[in-house]
């Protein structure tokens, strides 16, 4: 049963009571006594993730399910979610007064708690399904669910499994699916088509380093992708120390990501043309590694000093925008799991975006709330130009001191864009560190919700 999905069969539904805190005294006094009487033997108080089955004369009538207090839902999201691994199995329709972008969440959240990784493992426990709540997209919002297991799935799945040949792999998958026209650069090629500083990154790697470039659309206004691939990231010859590195199979999360959204907007059939852009690589050591200290050429001309090897994600991504750019779109966005920086500014769940553009910042903001896809703008802030200016180049990838590492990375990137005026950027975490409802632990699509909702009203 595909437990992302909508049930479409309505013959055998139960109610599910979904009920607030505050609401559960009202829901109470609407009931007949039996049910009242049974409820409130059954201690039942709306908690979050609280479910009760309701009996009736013929077995089982219903459920009821807690959504928590107003407290609970301004500190967690999709609660709802956390309802339907705990209901019995069969199919279920929702009864409740929430509507609107509210209504949304808890039927997007039901379908994400379907998201299992479960490549590695044999346990397919069958789910609860739901019929699509009167008033949503149910099309929107399984849209939205595929999408963001597309990005988990690539997340999830380890280094030895999700090399830049897989990753191509997945994004010709996706190409396919959609009809998108593919193009790959690999290894020496990346050299001859002037893209040196993803070779530069990715030739230690017996995997080869490329640059996957999709796109797909022929009519409307015009946006670029550009995606973070580095399928491991062991810090180069500045090799990250072991637990640094534990999770660096995530270090392709904002390649995971720009596919997850680029499946939302394709399968909406939006008016856009699109270009999806991934440098795929491995940072890795080897005799052919680049080195501390060296200065590489990049596509755009500027010279960059390496400062660092471990400061991987802005080299690649740069090659790839400086081509974006050539093209000139209405509009660049970049995700990536660029900095550790800026987990530590905002933690792991709210995703850090630099804009250009106020309004186009402001869409984002108000999207974002509204899908509760927290994301949080940081300043492209001019005065710090001058760390990322080493002096024997014209480019420094990892600026002394570590004051500011988000923004020095995201200026870093911004110098790569200059015929494209608008330009947004996403340093992600990518990952969720401890299960929450629809939320498990690993892989995790950050700000392309709120993007996939914002596009339209950006781009006009
Ligand atoms: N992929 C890492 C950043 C990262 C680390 C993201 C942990 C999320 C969690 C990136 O390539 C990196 O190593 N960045 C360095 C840059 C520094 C050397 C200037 C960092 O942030 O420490
Ligand atoms: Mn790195
Ligand atoms: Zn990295």
New binding site residues.
């Given amino acids: 049963m595909p437990t992302l999905a909508f049930s479409t069969d309505a013959s055998a539904a139960r109610p599910l009571f979904l009920v607030k805190k505050e609401g559960l005294a009202d829901w109470l006094a609407a009931q007949d006594d039996a049910t009242r009487d049974w409820v409130n033997a059954a201690g039942f108080k709306a908690g979050v993730g609280e479910v009760l089955p309701l009996p009736g004369k013929d077995g089982l009538n219903g459920a009821i399910g807690g959504l928590g207090s107003g407290k609970d839902r301004a500190r967690g999201r999709f609660l709802a979610a956390g309802l339907r691994g705990k209901l019995p199995e069969g199919v279920w329709r929702l009864e409740c007064d929430l509507e609107g972008d509210e209504l949304a969440e808890a039927a997007l959240g039901w379908l994400l708690a379907g998201y299992r990784f479960d490549r590695f493992v044999s346990d397919s426990k069958p789910l609860a399904m739901l019929l699509p709540p009167e008033g949503v997209d149910a099309a929107m919002l399984e849209r939205i669910a595929s999408g963001e297991a597309l990005a988990r799935d690539l997340i999830n799945t380890p280094a030895s499994h999700m090399g830049p040949d897989e990753l191509e792999m997945a994004a010709r998958d996706l190409a396919g699916t959609h009809g998108m026209a593919v193009e790959v650069t690999t290894g020496a090629e990346l050299s001859k088509r002037n893209l040196p500083m993803i070779h530069a990154v990715g030739r230690a790697s017996a995997r080869e380093p490329r640059l996957i470039d999709m796109s797909w659309g022929d009519s409307g206004p015009s946006v670029a992708l550009v995606g973070k691939g580095v399928c491991f990231?062991t810090?180069g010859l500045n090799i990250k120390p072991g637990a640094s590195m534990q999770l660096m199979k995530k270090?392709m999360g904002g390649a995971a990501n720009v596919l997850g959204l680029a499946h939302m907007l394709m399968d909406s059939g939006m008016n856009c043309r699109l270009r999806v852009l991934i440098p795929a690589v491995e940072?890795s050591i080897s005799g052919e590694a680049f080195r501390p200290g060296d200065i590489l050429d990049s596509r755009k001309g500027l010279t960059v000093e390496i400062n660092n090897t471990?400061?991987?994600?802005r080299l690649v991504l740069a090659d790839a925008l400086a081509l974006a750019d050539e093209d000139r779109p209405d509009l660049i966005v970049s995700m990536a799991t660029l900095t550790g920086a800026a987990r530590v500014a905002v933690g792991p769940d709210l995703a850090p975006f630099y804009a250009t553009d106020d309004c186009d910042a402001a869409a984002l903001v108000s999207a974002a709330k509204a899908v509760r896809d927290p994301v949080w703008r940081l300043p492209f802030w001019e005065p710090y130009e001058k760390m990322i200016e080493p002096g024997i180049a014209d480019l420094d990838n990892a600026p002394k001191g570590g004051f500011a590492g988000s923004i020095t990375a995201a200026l870093f990137l911004r110098r790569f864009v200059t015929a494209v005026p608008r330009y947004m950027h996403f340093d992600i975490f990518g990952w969720t560190r401890e299960s929450a409802p629809g939320r498990p632990k690993g892989g995790a699509g950050q700000g392309i919700r709120a993007l996939y909702r914002a596009l339209p009203e950006i781009l006009g």
């Fill in positions: 990231d810090g270090d940072n471990d400061a991987e994600g």
